[in-house]
């Protein structure tokens, strides 16, 4: 059965440091979301991605983060500079429909947790 | 604005007996999807169920159901003949914007009792 994959599981970072989460969607999905969960809080949303460029984002997402499809398959979330309460899990996401209809079910990844120190 | 409420921060339940987790949104969007994910302790979210907001009769899956009362705008989970492999933190979600964005809940959790 097709599942999203996130890599790494894991990521211990120093503050100020660059971080590159990578996913890889499930192939014939084209929506791309990337979500986070501080711990022992809810998920929340940070952006979504379609059509090669973000359809929406949260107001979590500021100027450090940035997202990407560099090619057919990778989808990547970079916070530039990290700070101490970007430590969290990321999720990433997809879902399949050739157009957006509020419903479709998104698969997330594992995850990856994140701590900056 | 949209809005998931789950109002139970913890619940127990014995095994092979029926839990229902609570669930209310709020949402001004004519369509929307409703969702029930699944935390283990190992940290994955986990699909269990979704419902349309125009959809005529509740979701179910295996064990789950989903008990949707549009007026009041409930969403309540129902999980039958509990295992305790079902203890984990449960998140309800709702989905309605153009991009399909899910707004979550704070989550319940459930531990499942021999």
């Known amino acids: 059965e097709p599942e999203v994959t996130q890599t790494p599981s894991h990521q211990v970072t120093q503050m100020g440091q660059e971080v590159i989460l990578r996913c890889v969607p499930i192939?014939?999905?084209?929506?791309f979301y990337w979500y986070r969960q501080i711990l022992g809080q809810k998920v929340e949303f940070l952006v979504s991605f379609y059509n090669n460029e973000i359809s929406e984002k949260s107001e979590i997402f500021d100027d450090q983060f940035s997202v990407e499809r560099p090619d057919g398959s990778n989808f990547t979330l970079k916070i530039r500079s990290t700070k101490l309460e970007d430590s969290a899990m990321y999720f990433c996401?997809?879902?399949?429909?050739?157009?957006?209809?509020?419903?479709?079910?998104?698969?997330f990844g594992p995850g990856t947790r994140l701590l900056v120190l | 604005a949209q809005k998931i409420t789950q109002t139970q921060p913890g619940m127990f339940v014995q095994e092979k007996e029926a839990v229902t987790l609570d669930c209310t949104y709020d949402t001004s969007d004519p369509s929307y999807g409703l969702f029930w994910y699944k935390q283990p302790s190992s940290g994955e979210m986990i699909f269990l169920i979704y419902?349309?907001?125009?959809?005529?009769q509740n979701a179910t899956e295996g064990r789950y159901s989903l008990n949707f009362q549009k007026a009041r705008k409930s969403a309540n989970l129902v999980i039958s003949a509990s295992q305790l492999g079902d203890s984990a933190m449960y998140f309800c979600a709702m989905s309605s914007s153009n991009t399909g964005k899910l707004i979550f809940g704070q989550g319940t959790t459930l531990q499942v009792k021999p």
């Open positions: 192939s014939n999905h084209l929506y």
């Open positions: 996401a997809s879902k399949d429909r050739t157009r957006i209809r509020a419903g479709e079910t998104q698969y």
């Open positions: 419902q349309g907001s125009y959809d005529q």
